[in-house]
């Protein structure tokens, strides 16, 4: 999330980069694969120590949104 912020700011706010650069293919697998971990991360944390934070569950919330989002994106989006 803060990867995301980070770039927005460069790309709205201060005119750093453009959309059209390469950093955006860099930030997105970085961006999924930390979600896929702190997903499993947190699915662990709930079955095995019975994790009963609220940050957790969002994690969790949000790995899931992103495994999602691979297969809804190729069936609702035409490139």
Do not use: C, Q, R
Request: aromatic content about 12%; proline content about 3%.
């Amino acid at each position: 999330m803060i990867t995301i912020a980070i770039s927005i700011i460069l790309v709205n706010m201060l005119g750093i980069l453009s959309y059209d650069d390469h950093w955006w293919d860099v930030t997105v697998p970085i961006i999924f694969f930390a979600s896929i971990v702190a997903f499993i991360l947190g699915i662990i944390a709930i079955i095995k120590n019975k994790e009963k934070s609220v940050l957790v569950y969002i994690s969790v919330a949000i790995g899931l949104l992103v495994i999602l989002f691979i297969p809804l994106h190729s069936l609702f989006i035409n490139d």
